[in-house]
């Protein structure tokens, strides 16, 4: 087991910079233009990646007006039927090498979520550097077994699952073949709200599992993933729109480009401020160093008077001998003429014991 993969040469896990994916799904709107308008806002934000879906509305479910096949209340998507939303929004196939090229041009990766086997072959056709398993499809062994067998890291969302599923998918993965594989924490609400994210589960998860752990995050704004960040995780994957006034299937839950570089850069603060285990001062602490206390003469002295809480007392600044030395120098002897504000030392001190 392994706390590190990596995408296209580029480490993931602890001790190297989170790896941020705008997910485009499908506010592209079934505009190409659009699609490619999004790939570079996630550029100027600074994304890592941008993740696909590849799916169509046959390839997903049923085209049934059964009533099994209608979403019922509870999400934003209330009143359709399944393949009326994948429908709208499927990203076309052909687009796909497309927006690759473009992405890869700007320094960025492009990968996918696959939803079938003939959606895993068609991004192997792709060449991505790595495979996403939707929440939804975590339980779907038989689409983890042949994405395992791509020998590509595998990223597996685990919206919904419990521990025993999340643990068959992973051995699922391993036995397949896959020697790189990650999770993302997820709640698969759309928006989640704050309190149902549970953001402690990552470090419990990294460590179970032994796998670099990310969060694919449907909440509203910028806090969850910040947060995320201090909890130890190692990607964060958020929705990205050109506007949220523009309806679409997943607008509502998206960020418009100025709140994902928002994002983005309180995401890389958070990170340095996590930095690592250290009680050492830090360099930018020792202009501040003069604002602790410490012993000085208090007042004139002579050679030979005696130390005393008149004479000797613990102020700012900080130059003298710490102040948990005040009572190993009262009652002994100045060795010498001392001005006031002079810092205490040992060597000002007779019969030091």
Same mark, same amino acid.
């Given at each position: 087991?392994?706390?590190?993969?990596? +995408?296209?040469?580029?480490?993931?896990?602890?001790?190297?910079?989170?790896?941020?994916?705008?997910?485009?799904? !499908?506010?592209?709107?079934?505009?190409? *233009?659009?699609?490619?308008?999004?790939?570079?806002?996630?550029?100027?934000?600074?994304?890592?990646?941008?993740? =696909?879906?590849?799916?169509?509305? *046959?390839? %997903?479910?049923?085209?049934?007006?059964?009533?099994?096949?209608?979403?019922?209340?509870?999400?934003?998507?209330?009143?359709?039927?399944?393949?009326? #939303?994948?429908?709208?929004?499927?990203?076309?196939?052909?687009?796909?090498?497309?927006?690759?090229?473009?992405?890869?041009?700007?320094?960025?990766?492009?990968?996918?979520?696959?939803?079938?086997?003939?959606?895993?072959?068609?991004?192997?056709?792709?060449?991505?550097?790595?495979?996403?398993?939707?929440?939804?499809?975590?339980?779907?062994?038989? #689409?983890?077994?042949?994405?395992?067998?791509?020998?590509?890291?595998? =990223? =597996?969302?685990?919206?919904? !699952?419990?521990?025993?599923?999340?643990?068959?998918?992973?051995?699922?993965?391993?036995?397949?073949?896959?020697?790189?594989?990650? #999770?993302?924490?997820?709640?698969?609400?759309?928006?989640?709200?704050?309190?149902?994210?549970?953001? !402690?589960?990552?470090?419990?998860?990294?460590?179970?599992?032994?796998?670099?752990?990310?969060?694919?995050?449907?909440?509203?704004?910028?806090?969850?993933?910040?947060?995320?960040?201090?909890?130890?995780?190692?990607?964060?994957?958020?929705? %990205?729109?050109?506007?949220?006034?523009?309806?679409?299937? *997943?607008?509502?839950?998206?960020?418009?480009?100025?709140?994902?570089?928002?994002?983005?850069?309180?995401?890389?603060? !958070?990170?340095?401020?996590?930095?690592?285990?250290?009680?050492?001062?830090?360099?930018?602490?020792?202009?501040?160093?003069?604002?602790?206390?410490? #012993?000085?003469?208090?007042? *004139?002295?002579?050679?030979?008077?005696?130390?005393?809480?008149?004479?000797?007392?613990?102020?700012?600044?900080?130059?003298?001998?710490?102040?948990?030395?005040?009572?190993?120098? =009262?009652?002994?002897?100045?060795?010498?003429?001392?001005?006031?504000?002079?810092?205490?030392?040992?060597?000002? +001190?007779?019969?030091?014991?």
């Amino acid at each position: 087991m392994t706390c590190t993969t990596q +995408i296209n040469g580029r480490s993931i896990g602890p001790g190297s910079p989170v790896y941020i994916i705008a997910e485009m799904s !499908a506010n592209h709107g079934q505009e190409f *233009d659009q699609a490619v308008s999004i790939i570079h806002a996630a550029k100027e934000a600074g994304a890592d990646a941008i993740k =696909l879906q590849t799916y169509t509305a *046959d390839t %997903l479910t049923l085209a049934c007006k059964s009533r099994h096949f209608q979403i019922g209340k509870g999400t934003i998507w209330e009143g359709k039927t399944l393949h009326e #939303l994948y429908g709208e929004a499927f990203t076309p196939w052909e687009w796909q090498p497309k927006l690759k090229q473009i992405a890869n041009g700007l320094g960025m990766d492009l990968f996918s979520s696959a939803f079938d086997a003939s959606a895993v072959d068609f991004l192997e056709a792709m060449d991505v550097p790595a495979h996403k398993i939707a929440s939804f499809e975590l339980v779907d062994l038989p #689409l983890i077994e042949k994405m395992a067998g791509t020998h590509k890291p595998m =990223l =597996l969302s685990t919206g919904m !699952a419990s521990i025993e599923e999340i643990d068959e998918a992973v051995q699922t993965a391993r036995n397949a073949g896959a020697d790189q594989i990650a #999770l993302f924490k997820c709640t698969s609400a759309y928006p989640a709200p704050p309190e149902s994210m549970n953001l !402690a589960t990552i470090a419990d998860m990294a460590a179970r599992f032994g796998v670099p752990v990310g969060l694919s995050d449907h909440s509203l704004g910028i806090a969850v993933p910040v947060a995320a960040v201090a909890l130890g995780t190692c990607m964060i994957e958020k929705h %990205l729109t050109l506007s949220r006034s523009v309806p679409g299937p *997943d607008s509502a839950f998206s960020l418009e480009p100025h709140e994902f570089k928002e994002m983005v850069q309180a995401v890389r603060a !958070a990170e340095k401020a996590v930095g690592e285990i250290s009680y050492a001062e830090q360099g930018h602490e020792s202009a501040t160093r003069m604002f602790r206390r410490s #012993l000085f003469v208090a007042c *004139d002295v002579r050679a030979g008077e005696t130390a005393s809480t008149d004479n000797v007392r613990s102020v700012r600044p900080g130059n003298g001998l710490a102040p948990k030395h005040l009572k190993d120098v =009262l009652d002994h002897k100045f060795t010498q003429d001392i001005a006031q504000g002079t810092p205490l030392t040992w060597n000002l +001190i007779g019969g030091r014991r």
